[in-house]
């Protein structure tokens, strides 16, 4: 059997303690003054927490809200990490290991964006230019083309589409130059360090599933393709094998795993359609005729979806490069502003607009320190830009007071198992995101429940997927009193919604509960009273 060589993006895996070490591991991070720390769950004290609001005489009384909750059957058997706090005080109000790291799912999603945020601002625009570098005389520009991407996740077929009619009619430039002819190369640009990627720490059975398709600094419609949306101009061939035993182990698994590799070589897409079961228990031979398939090689497969846009538009290339240093912009697309697409990633937990995310946190430290490593003098050393992000974004929460030990991430989404951090470290992130005022934008791009006068609000993100579970997020009691809540659960049986309903209880306990003020919490160390 002939075995055909497939382009796939597997990238090498590193680990980033986010700039934590090995020392900082080692050593504990105290509570502050006011915690109540459950160490197990102790006996309910007798209060009832139905529709109404239940006032509660001391901290005593508000934590065995929570140690009763604990005791549920969903959860009596998992790993849960539970941690209250008092906004914007900062005075935690409840910790059951919550300082302990757990694997958070796609809470993990809440400090990518949070960084994200704050480092670019929510008016900052992705700028994606078709560039010349050189003149353009009678409608022949006399350099080499170039798409010069910006890791916007949001970029689709038609604003490529826009971008090259633009540059076709003229409306790219002040003086309507219109291009229809290019005598240097056409290409794709990008930062070297922007290469394509699928996280080698993620599961194998992610790889060709629409959750998480691989990310490049050139997205067109999130890198997810459909056979009917090819361009005319290439070939096309249905395969049945990969010629790799483990890419083939995942089309035969039944998970539906299917994806799309081009060849620049021979100019052909190939389609590998992965099988699925129907609800019967059988095959379903007519799963995805048409897609969608997951992009395997992004970088390549949509330089060729730019070479078919200049062809479909009558704009052809002699295919030499020539070597010319300077570059203008010859028609741009400017993207939403950032924050609608922090608001579509937390709204619909997208794991790929969160690891383009994460791939411009990194693309803000390129010129400082060496991308291929080496002495950098203290500086960012980095060969990729989601290790970069990485790194930046583990600076970021070190200046704002979270404990470097507490957070380890392999990915920006939260999808690695590797991926662990503490109910302690996403509160202090959603405490500095809200404010003094816990009026921070910020919180309204977060997915909102409760009522319409702001009580019982809970602007909130959740995490889930096999055996793990997890909410963060802002509540504003019924008592008008502002709460960071974070509950991770961990090891938990495969039926979701138990625990999904689990989580639910807990909140409602937690809106209906009105908390001290002033009297200070008891501490880990504090003797059980008589």
């Known amino acids: ?219 067109i419609d999130r890198n997810i393709a459909f056979v009917s949306g090819f361009p005319k101009q290439f070939k096309v061939s249905d395969d049945h094998s990969t010629g790799h035993a483990i890419l083939d182990s995942i089309l035969a698994s039944g998970e539906a795993s299917s994806f799309v590799s081009f060849d620049p070589a021979n100019g052909t897409f190939h389609i590998f359609r992965g099988s699925a079961l129907s609800p019967a228990g059988n095959y379903d031979t007519s799963i995805k005729r048409d897609g969608p398939f997951v992009v395997s090689n992004p970088d390549a497969f949509n330089q060729a979806l730019f070479q078919g846009a200049l062809a479909d538009h009558g704009i052809t290339s002699s295919g030499t490069r020539i070597d010319k240093n300077e570059s203008r912009i010859i028609a741009e697309h400017l993207s939403k502003p950032l924050s609608l697409i922090i608001k579509h990633c937390l709204y619909e937990s997208d794991n790929l607009y969160a690891q383009q995310l994460l791939r411009s946190i990194g693309a803000t430290t390129l010129g400082t320190g060496s991308p291929t490593g080496g002495n950098s003098g203290g500086k960012i050393v980095s060969r990729s830009l989601e290790e970069r992000g990485l790194n930046k974004m583990g600076a970021w929460l070190s200046s704002i007071g979270v404990p470097n030990q507490q957070v380890v991430l392999f990915d920006g989404c939260g999808l690695s198992r590797k991926d662990c ?39 909130m993100k959740t995490g889930a997927m096999d055996t793990v579970r997890g909410i ?57 009273p008589n």
């Not at 001391?58 to 790993?79: C, T, V």
């Not at 802002?474 to 138990?498: C, M």
Request: contains cysteine; aromatic residues 6%.
């Open 1 to 219: 059997m002939n075995q055909r060589a497939i382009s796939v993006v597997l990238s090498g895996a590193v680990l980033f303690a986010l700039t934590g070490s090995v020392s900082a591991e080692a050593r504990t991070h105290g509570h502050g003054h006011g915690v109540h720390t459950s160490g197990r769950p102790r006996a309910a004290g007798g209060t009832v927490y139905g529709g109404k609001v239940t006032t509660v005489s001391n901290i005593a009384g508000f934590s065995a809200a929570i140690d009763s909750w604990l005791k549920r059957p969903e959860i009596a058997h998992s790993r849960v990490g539970v941690e209250v706090m008092e906004l914007p005080s900062g005075r935690l109000l409840y910790s059951h290991d919550g300082e302990k790291r757990l694997t958070p799912a796609s809470t993990a999603k809440v400090i990518t964006t949070a960084c994200a945020y704050e480092l670019l601002g929510g008016n900052f625009q992705y700028k994606t230019t078709i560039n010349g570098t050189g003149p353009v005389v009678g409608g022949v520009l006399k350099g080499n083309l170039v798409l010069e991407p910006s890791q916007d996740p949001s970029f689709n077929r038609s604003d490529l589409l826009r971008l090259v009619d633009d540059l076709k009619n003229g409306r790219g430039t002040t003086n309507g130059e219109r291009v229809s002819q290019v005598e240097g190369h056409v290409f794709v640009g990008g930062p070297v360090e922007g290469r394509e990627s699928f996280q080698p720490t993620w599961l194998i059975e992610d790889f060709g599933q629409d959750w998480m398709p691989a990310s490049s600094s050139l997205v």
């Open 421 to 459: 951090l503490t109910p302690h470290a996403l509160n202090l992130v959603l405490k500095h995101m809200a404010g003094p005022e816990i009026n921070s934008p910020y919180l309204s791009l977060m997915h909102q429940t409760g009522g319409k006068d702001g009580s019982g609000r809970f602007s």
């Open 472 to 528: 963060t997020g802002v509540l504003n009691n019924f008592s008008g009193q502002h709460l960071a809540v974070t509950a991770i659960i961990n090891g938990h049986t495969p039926s979701v919604k138990n625990v999904r309903m689990a989580l639910g209880d807990l909140i409602e306990r937690l809106k209906r509960v009105s908390i001290p003020a002033s009297q200070p919490a008891k501490t880990a160390k504090d003797p059980e």
